[in-house]
């Protein structure tokens, strides 16, 4: 599945990079699409994180990002650092009682506060306290009023940002105004940046959930529905890059105990906010099997299973990301042991023999299976049985996963 995410950048008065404004976009065409605004800042924010990794996104700058009257009232902000974002607070917001409290609270733990799209800033008089930055739209009000509203809050420790910056004439006037930070198409367009990527399994995310939230959740069992969900294995993994955690794991639930099960919690509910929909099963399912086969067949041979349902697992992401295997786990904090057995540089470790085995069993080669059997040290009844129960279990995911309803 292509995803697909906008950047525009915005420029100090030297014409130096102060950050980023990160937009929602769906193809290669330029433009919003008019999807509804939650779900448009919750695909922004787990493709930033999750898909393209925020590191390479932002440049080590603050990355301005849109929220809404709901991610407002649900303290998403609250989940990313102060040093890490912006929080643009949209026009269409409506600053009631509690939208003032939640502004209030962003503002005393250290988060810039930044207000969209101005053409009255009268609206914003109960918030006007606590506004960092003011993005003022060049293209909709005149010149009189640009010089305006500069004038009526002068006396404010406020940064003025002209936005939709469109000609020199624009940028010049707006200098002499006094603005001091710059975004439009003058500078730049928004640049639409593309990656190959996963839609998780939806249905999971609830029994994830019910067991994150018990009093004494078991952290073995929301790893265990974690390994089931490539898609959302692969971005707790890239969210352990893009959070600049210095540590390499070699199984799923090593991942998990990493982040901690509020920061997997976090994620699920953002994931559960995108609603995207749009994801081809085949690779995923033949992953599944592979992971659960792997782990059947370890268990009986003493090998580590949980190594092996994760090799197996994150066997197929060559095909699924349409990227070579060296450059996908460059990206991931995996063990250096399990990127030799994915990239095939470690033959001979029993775990790359045991994958070997599962590959040979998917391509009906049996002269390669009976040389494998006597490597891994499994008999054939076995090998049966243990193949037949990882299709239905994967049919089961999978069937789950084609019938699910994205959760509101």
Not at 16 to 40: C, I, K, V
Not at 343 to 355: K, R, V, W
Request: aromatic letters at 8%.
């Amino acid at each position: 599945m292509d995803t697909f995410i906008g950047r525009q950048p915005i420029l100090n008065i030297n014409q130096d990079l102060y950050g980023y404004e990160l937009l929602h976009r769906t193809s290669n065409m330029n433009a919003y699409r008019g999807f509804d605004g939650t779900q448009a800042t919750a695909a922004v924010i787990s493709n930033s994180y999750l898909s393209f990794g925020i590191e390479k996104l932002s440049d080590r700058k603050r990355c301005f990002i849109n929220f809404t009257e709901q991610l407002l009232l649900e303290e998403v902000p609250l989940f990313f650092s102060p040093e890490a974002i912006i929080v643009e607070i949209l026009e269409s917001v409506e600053l009631s009682d509690e939208i003032v409290a939640a502004c209030k609270k962003l503002k005393h733990l250290g988060y810039v506060i930044a207000i969209d799209d101005v053409i009255d800033p009268r609206y914003y008089d109960q918030i006007i306290d606590l506004v960092d930055i003011m993005k003022v739209d060049f293209l909709q009000i005149s010149k009189h009023r640009r010089e305006g509203i500069i004038k009526q809050y002068a006396n404010r420790h406020i940064t003025f940002l002209a936005e939709k910056v469109e000609t020199q004439e624009d940028y010049e006037e707006a200098k002499r105004l006094g603005y001091t930070l710059f975004q439009g198409y003058f500078f730049s367009k928004p640049v639409i940046l593309a990656t190959k990527d996963m839609k998780p399994i939806p249905q999971q995310y609830v029994y994830m959930l019910e067991e994150i939230n018990k009093p004494d959740p078991d952290i073995t069992l929301v790893s265990k529905l974690v390994e089931r969900d490539l898609a959302l294995s692969y971005k707790l993994l890239r969210l352990i890059n893009s959070l600049g955690l210095p540590v390499k794991v070699s199984n799923i639930k090593q991942a998990v105990v990493l982040l901690g099960l509020f920061e997997v919690k976090k994620w699920i509910l953002i994931l559960m906010l995108t609603k995207d929909t749009n994801q081809s099963t085949k690779i995923i399912q033949l992953s599944l099997i592979r992971s659960r086969l792997s782990e059947r067949i370890a268990k009986k041979v003493k090998m580590n299973a949980t190594d092996a349902s994760f090799i197996g697992m994150f066997s197929l992401l060559e095909s699924l990301l349409q990227r070579s295997m060296n450059d996908i786990l460059s990206e991931l904090p995996i063990e250096d042991h399990v990127v030799k057995i994915l990239t095939n540089e470690h033959h001979n470790d029993p775990h790359a023999q045991l994958l070997q085995l599962v590959k040979a069993i998917e391509r009906c080669d049996w002269h390669a299976v009976d040389q494998l059997l006597t490597q891994v040290g499994v008999s054939i009844p076995s090998l049966q049985e243990d193949y037949f129960e990882a299709v239905v279990w994967a049919n089961t995911i999978i069937g789950s996963f084609a019938t699910a309803t994205p959760a509101h």
